[in-house]
């Protein structure tokens, strides 16, 4: 039996869009693949994954509260489930969750299958009549059975990628299920909540017509040197007092590989220095720059010398201080 969504991600029926974000990210830190390998991980990770699709989409988690995992079944109608519950009498699986109302119902007859005969049948004559009398499928066209053809809806989803990827693009694999799975090109530059539209990816169409496209919502998962702000970067990076005082050459990462960088004679800690053109690259536009912040660090071993030349590099702190003010 599937696991109730919100205890996957362990929070209340009731949780807003908030308190589900922040336990998503929460988990996915936890137990994504790069920090935390393993098979039952793996799988952790997936299941939180699935819950945080469906509890993050407004429409997805009204049909889950009222109808269950059968709402998250491909071609499921939830028109067609109301019908069937409100004017089944009550007929159908035992166990099987019904929405506010406790009803159940009758998986097969919401996604039109027959069932094992019964009044399965009576059901689908009773829709397409229904159809007919407000007009369904006039003036369009039609596939077989008299069905008009219709594109398939856009399926959305989620996908957490690390910020290395994101940054310089990748490509992921993707699998519902009991479907072929599928690789998807994310662009470098792709952000935290970023769209991507994978065409024809979707709910398949009805009668012939095409099927929709899948929705894919970037998330990216933190550096833990590099921050982000739109298409620029920026990195601390220490040195030594020696480096900061008489200046010298290092070696910096970037996205594009190591650069040499010149550290400025005299350097103050907190000094920033602009790399231009060395941030995040989107295809069309320029790319943004990469500011390194210089940060001294000291020696902090007790040692007699270190402490007599830290003396001879001693200034009055109340003096350096003296135009600090509100």
């Known amino acids: 039996?599937?696991?109730?969504?919100?205890?996957?991600?362990?929070?209340?029926r009731d949780a807003d869009e908030d308190t589900i974000k922040k336990a998503f990210r929460k988990l996915a830190v936890q137990y994504h693949p790069d920090k935390a390998p393993g098979k039952a991980n793996e799988a952790k990770f997936k299941e939180i994954n699935h819950a945080h699709e469906v509890l993050s989409d407004k429409q997805k988690?009204?049909?889950?509260?009222?109808?269950?995992?059968?709402?998250?079944?491909?071609g499921f109608d939830a028109d067609r489930a109301r019908f069937v519950r409100q004017y089944g009498g009550g007929?159908?699986?035992?166990?099987a969750p019904g929405g506010a109302g406790g009803v159940p119902f009758n998986v097969e007859?919401?996604?039109?299958?027959?069932?094992?005969?019964?009044?399965?049948?009576?059901f689908g004559d009773l829709f397409g009549n229904i159809g007919d009398l407000f007009g369904r499928g006039r003036g369009g066209v039609r596939g077989g059975g008299g069905v008009r053809?219709?594109?398939?809806?856009?399926?959305?989803?989620?996908?957490?990628?690390?910020?290395?990827?994101?940054?310089?693009?990748?490509?992921?694999?993707?699998?519902?299920?009991?479907?072929?799975?599928?690789?998807?090109?994310?662009?470098?530059?792709?952000?935290?909540?970023?769209?991507?539209?994978v065409p024809g990816q979707g709910a398949p169409g009805m009668g012939g017509g095409p099927a929709g496209d899948l929705l894919l919502t970037i998330h990216v998962t933190p550096h833990p040197l590099f921050k982000r702000e739109?298409?620029?970067?920026?990195?601390?990076?220490?040195?030594?007092?020696?480096?900061?005082?008489?200046?010298?050459?290092?070696?910096?990462?970037?996205?594009?590989?190591?650069?040499?960088?010149?550290?400025?004679?005299?350097?103050?800690?907190?000094?920033?220095?602009r790399l231009k053109g060395k941030g995040v690259a989107r295809k069309g536009k320029e790319p943004g720059d990469l500011y390194v912040r210089f940060l001294i660090h000291i020696r902090t071993e007790e040692d007699p010398r270190v402490a007599e030349a830290v003396k001879e590099l001693e200034l009055p702190g109340e003096e350096l201080r003296k135009e600090l003010r509100f």
């Open 230 to 273: 739109g298409d620029d970067l920026r990195l601390d990076v220490p040195v030594s007092i020696g480096e900061a005082y008489f200046g010298g050459k290092i070696k910096v990462p970037t996205p594009d590989g190591e650069v040499t960088l010149k550290v400025p004679a005299h350097t103050q800690s907190g000094q920033v220095l």
């Open 149 to 197: 053809a219709r594109r398939g809806q856009d399926v959305e989803s989620e996908v957490t990628i690390d910020f290395v990827s994101a940054v310089k693009g990748t490509t992921v694999q993707l699998q519902r299920e009991g479907e072929e799975p599928m690789t998807v090109r994310i662009p470098a530059g792709a952000n935290e909540g970023s769209r991507i539209r």
């Open 91 to 95: 007929r159908g699986r035992a166990g």
């Open 109 to 122: 007859e919401i996604f039109g299958g027959g069932g094992g005969g019964g009044a399965s049948g009576d």
């Open 1 to 12: 039996m599937a696991r109730d969504l919100y205890s996957v991600l362990g929070v209340a």
């Open 61 to 74: 988690r009204a049909l889950y509260d009222e109808f269950g995992e059968e709402s998250l079944q491909q």
